[in-house]
């Protein structure tokens, strides 16, 4: 790993105290799942909030899975922090 991923994993540690084995665990997970299929999303986007031990309202979790669903999610680091915000 190189320091700019170790830095990203470190900062996701620290913001939502998941230890990157587990995300490499759930990447593994959904290597080759469909996120087209709103089912397969909305699995992933509520397990992945109970491992950062966040509420996820109803509301945020629609718009989360059907961001990914319809393949709108943004493209960049500082536009998908503020779509996770709002």
Known sequence: MNNFQKGMFDKIQKNSNI???DIFKVADSVKNANFSD?????????????MA????????????????????????????NHFFKN
Not at 38 to 50: D, G, I, Q, Y
Not at 54 to 65: A, C
Request: hydrophobic share 30%; net charge positive.
């Open 38 to 50: 709103e089912k397969t999303v909305r699995n992933l986007v509520r397990h992945l909030a109970r």
């Open 19 to 21: 230890n990157p084995d």
């Open 53 to 80: 031990d966040k509420p996820l309202s109803k509301e945020k979790e629609d718009k989360i899975v059907q961001s990914i669903v319809n393949n709108k999610m943004p493209g960049d680091i500082q536009s998908l």
